[in-house]
């Protein structure tokens, strides 16, 4: 039986270190809509093309009144090593390494064969652009190969679930464009669940 947590739901609260050792309290964040996105290993191209994504788009998500913080499932070396020291455009948003998974169990994020096989067959030209364009070949493999990204956008405040994607693709324009009209739906009409 499925656990997945659904829209309008308040999102489980969590405090953890993120890979500078800085205390990351979710409710710290309960002034601004935030994107909690939990992703593969850090040695994963998709991965990795999601991070550089995130960070280039942070500026605008900020514009929006919306902040970032992200779960990856490797250790803080592990991620030191395959996005800090990779990327050309470093992350300013919250990383937290999350190698035991707890939180993806908190927030219902697992891996599947069926769901991860489908996603990593979808998203072949973004794994293409991943290695040749970005240079972000495959390392290390130390999480679930298998596992699909999610994202949970929250509103202000109540930090209640606005938008949910079990199956996230942060690689594409498209995934931000309704990252954006969640953001605006809620801040013309409120919760619609």
Known sequence: MSSHLTVGQKAPQFTRLDTSGRSIALSDYSKS?????????????????????LAMEYPLLKESKCEVITFIQSSKESI???????????PLFPIIADASMEMYAVYDVTGSAIRGLRHHIKNIPSWVKAVSKEGFAQTSIDGHFF?????????????????????????????????????SSYNLYGLNT
């Open 33 to 53: 809509f935030v994107l909690v996105a939990f992703l593969r290993y850090s040695g994963c191209p998709w991965c990795n093309l999601a991070v550089h994504r």
């Open 80 to 90: 030191q090593e395959n996005i800090f020291d990779r990327h050309n455009v470093t």
């Open 147 to 183: 596992l699909a990204p999610a994202t949970f956008l929250l509103s202000p405040g109540e930090q209640q679930i606005i938008r949910i994607d079990y199956d996230a693709d942060l690689y594409k324009h498209e995934s931000f464009t309704n990252i954006y009209d969640a953001i």
